[in-house]
């Protein structure tokens, strides 16, 4: 072997323009399969992608705004005294006698600026209400969950979508970048005056004071979201029919606590914990305890024994907990025992959540369900359908980003989930530049990668929905929304479609389990909209195009916060 390489390494020395050519075309070679893996896997597009309009069966001479042709190929930690007194402390933090902290730059005008911090304040309304400046001290926090800082950008709402995020009741803002979330305020109320400096990312709006709290109590789209240490708040709800079959574990407990109960449900591995009055119950939610008619909270606040600032029900209404406890009533899945006698698309435009639906129907059902591709990060985190070939029949569908009529026609049946273009085309962005939970980068939106993505899939997003109800056999529609607001309902839709008994009990389990991890957090949303005015006008004429080829063949439109923008 040896003397081969010698020979070869005198041949080369000997012949300098061979050992070059033979170098050039090694790296053309390399550069060719480099640029063939990105265009490798991309969905086809039918003939109508240019012209949605001729798609969508509209009127001749119809006219629609067109984006072009396609071309398809700071975080949060925990609240610690230690490291929240090395941060928030420093020589420019100390006033003369070096115990407090300097006002930063002249806040004379503290009512004028408050008085412009209300106006915000009121446009803030729909997700958060404005509830007073209150009392921080270092030693003793007033919103005692996560925290995070941004010294130059901090924004009320960046602050408040961030705790929403967490589940958190309360978001409080100081000093102008810090930013504090918790579920009870443990603090006294004070003057308006003291919550005097300007948000560092946001002029005109206040974001607390030194020492002192801006405090907002977050109106949560999803309450389910609320949360305690690390269980999950359910809700207020009336007691069970019969609470030894619905809830079968029960335990007194005299100095009762959120905590107590919570620990005691974990400890005897039930999902639930639910509160009345001085008496703690678990199980799982079931057909007769389904967590799905909440109660008005006020109808369970009633303090806890040993825990002022929290509810603990009463006898007749249970405040409800999620454990950390796993369900595992809907975690087993297999591939189907036969081979499939008809293959069922689950179709969705990209960005418009069908990883997350598959995962909700591997759950709903116990099948794996299959793909039109191969993604390899998919299949290391548990979709096993993911490597067999979509004609296996040894899944219970077939994930899909398909448009052309000969792909189309080869589905005997298709789920086809629909989702606001807006959401969608962002969801997508954000996958193709930063992975299926990651995020595109700040130069990716102020680019021309940006524009260029809305133009050349935005026409795409009206196409896909226009193929499949013009070439699907058999098409349920299902829009991400309701799925989203109505899992329950929606999930035993689809899983009826794909033939397979539902089982009440199991979509109960997937509705505790229904995130998964296929959830981008909140920490990276963005500030500001993307969409200019002229993306903005071009993209409602897709949703009404949309819109009236659902209607015209007797479905449900469009939802209703897919426009006006």
């Known amino acids: 072997m040896a003397k081969l390489w010698f020979k070869f390494q005198r041949y080369f020395r000997r012949k300098p323009v061979r050992f070059f050519t033979f170098l050039a075309l090694y790296l053309t070679a390399g550069s060719l399969v480099f640029l063939h893996s990105g265009f490798v896997g991309q969905p086809a597009v039918s003939e109508n992608q240019a012209n949605p309009a001729a798609a969508g069966g509209l009127a001749e001479g119809a006219e629609l705004p067109f984006l072009g042709d396609m071309h398809l190929g700071r975080g949060f930690r925990d609240t610690g005294e230690a490291s929240s007194m090395a941060r928030r402390y420093g020589p420019w933090f100390k006033g003369k006698d070096g115990n407090e902290r300097a006002k930063l730059g002249d806040y004379g005008g503290a009512w004028s600026r408050a008085l412009k911090g209300r106006v915000v304040r009121e446009k803030e309304e729909e997700r958060a209400k404005y509830i007073g400046c209150y009392l921080d ?34 978001a409080g803002l100081e000093f102008g970048a810090e930013c504090y979330c918790g579920h009870k305020i443990q603090a006294a109320n004070v003057s308006e005056a003291e919550c005097d400096m300007e948000c560092k990312g946001e002029r005109g709006s206040v974001c607390g004071g030194a020492n002192h709290l801006s405090v907002y109590r977050l109106q949560l789209a999803q309450e389910s979201a609320r949360r305690y240490g690390s269980a999950v708040f359910r809700g207020c709800f009336r007691r069970p029919d019969n609470l030894s079959l619905a809830l079968p574990v029960t335990a007194a407990m005299l100095n009762m606590s959120v905590d107590k109960c919570v620990d005691f449900c974990t400890e005897k591995e039930y999902p639930l914990a639910a509160l009345a009055g001085n008496a703690c119950h678990c199980g799982f939610p079931t057909t007769r305890f389904p967590l799905h008619d909440r109660e008005d ?4 606040a009633q303090k806890c024994s040993a825990e002022e600032f929290e ?19 809907c975690m087993d899945r297999r591939f189907l025992p036969g081979k499939s006698q008809q293959l069922i698309a689950l179709a969705s435009f990209p ?39 979509w004609r296996s029949g040894r899944t219970i569908c077939i994930k899909t980003h398909e448009s052309g009529q000969k792909e189309i ?69 299902v829009h991400f929304e309701d799925l989203k607001q109505d899992l329950f309902v929606q999930l035993g839709r689809m899983v009826s479609l794909l033939g397979v008994a539902v089982r009440e009990d199991r979509l109960l389990c997937v509705e505790s389990q229904k995130d998964g991890n296929f959830k981008r957090s909140g920490l990276r949303k963005l500030e500001y909209d993307p969409y200019t005015a002229d993306m903005q006008k071009t993209i409602s004429a897709y949703i009404k195009m949309v819109d009236a080829a659902l209607k015209g063949r007797n479905l449900t439109g469009v939802p209703d916060d897919y426009y006006p923008r």
Not at 359 to 378: K, V
Request: charged share 20%; net charge positive; aromatic share 18%.
């Open 137 to 170: 001290d270092t030693q003793s926090r007033a919103l005692r969950g996560v925290s995070f800082f941004d010294y130059k950008k901090m924004t009320i709402f960046r602050c408040q979508d961030n705790c929403a995020e967490r589940g958190y009741l309360y």
């Open 297 to 300: 909270e006020q109808l369970c």
């Open 311 to 329: 509810s603990c029900g009463t006898p007749s209404y249970f405040i409800v907990y999620q454990t950390q406890v796993q369900d595992n009533r």
């Open 351 to 389: 960005g418009a959540g069908n990883t997350w639906a598959r995962h909700l129907i591997e759950l709903a059902t116990g099948f794996y369900t299959g793909s039109y591709y191969f993604d390899g990060s998919l299949y290391n985190k548990g979709f096993k359908g993911e490597r067999d070939h």
């Open 409 to 477: 026609e080869a589905f005997d049946a298709a789920i086809l989930l629909i989702r606001n273009p807006y959401k969608a085309l962002m969801a997508e962005f954000n996958r193709k530049y930063g992975g299926h939970i990651g995020f595109a980068a700040h130069a990716h939106w102020k680019g021309k990668e940006w524009p260029e993505f809305v133009r050349n899939y935005a026409p795409w997003w009206a196409t896909h929905t226009l193929d499949w109800l013009k070439f699907g056999k058999k098409v349920l529609v």
